[in-house]
């Protein structure tokens, strides 16, 4: 079964805006992870952050996490077109870590040219 | 450092017959996980292997089954298969370091059962 929800469920923007998904889950975590998948490939990772941590930055990529609200959200800053993919957030549990992830549905990124 | 792979990349398979993907994780990587993913179901936990033996176990039958080597290779096998098994099986490697651990995913076997 899924942890939770992403939101929105597709989102299709122009090259250079920022785009922004949310992730929900709806037990305690350790850490929440998101990754990127192209085309039905496999998962790349983007980033982690742990359940004591509030933002984090990796390039054009922020994360933020709200453990009162189980949500975290992901920016990506000035979109380019090879940003075009789903974007799945994961997380992981106290008892389980890290080998047992929970997976949101995704978020369906178009950026058009 | 070489990333996670998985063989085959695509397998076209009978309804009935069985099928055995296989799994390398990164180097010096002990944990290995498998996932499937449908469009209907999205992402699922299959099950999770550290030191040649199963530790975590998802919610699918007895027919989805799996092993680890000693060089932390890992495969997974499924007996009888189903029209509901075509999916993207994906391996996932993790250095397993407490419990602050990214997890790496190969790039997926796409099994078709015909």
């Known amino acids: 079964s899924q942890q939770g929800e992403e939101d929105p469920q597709a989102l299709s923007i122009q090259e250079g805006e920022n785009a922004t998904m949310n992730c929900s889950y709806k037990?305690?975590?350790?850490?929440l992870q998101w990754y990127r998948q192209n085309s039905g490939r496999g998962l790349v990772h983007l980033i982690l952050?742990?359940?004591?941590?509030r933002e984090k930055h990796s390039g054009r990529l922020r994360v933020t996490l709200d453990t009162s609200k189980k949500s975290s959200s992901l920016l990506i800053t000035a979109s380019r077109a090879a940003d075009t993919a789903s974007y799945f957030c994961?997380?992981?549990?106290?008892?389980?870590?890290?080998?047992?992830?929970?997976f949101g549905q995704g978020t369906r990124l178009t950026i058009n040219p | 450092k070489a990333g996670v792979t998985q063989t085959p990349r695509y397998l076209i398979k009978t309804r009935g017959q069985q099928v055995t993907l296989s799994c390398s994780p990164i180097?010096?990587?002990?944990?290995v996980s498998w996932y499937q993913q449908t469009p209907g179901q999205g992402l699922q936990f299959l099950f999770e292997?550290?030191?040649?033996?199963?530790?975590n176990k998802g919610n699918f039958p007895g027919r989805f089954s799996g092993r680890q080597f000693s060089n932390s290779r890992s495969e997974m096998n499924v007996s009888t298969l189903e029209l509901g098994d075509s999916a993207l099986y994906l391996c996932?490697?993790?250095?397993?370091?407490?419990?602050?651990?990214?997890?790496?995913f190969g790039q997926g076997t796409r099994l078709t059962v015909v």
């Open positions: 994961a997380t992981d549990s106290f008892r389980f870590g890290a080998q047992k992830l929970v």
């Open positions: 292997y550290f030191s040649e033996t199963q530790r």
């Open positions: 952050i742990r359940s004591n941590e």
């Open positions: 996932a490697s993790s250095a397993d370091r407490g419990l602050i651990a990214e997890a790496f």
């Open positions: 037990t305690s975590i350790n850490n």
């Open positions: 180097s010096g990587h002990r944990s």
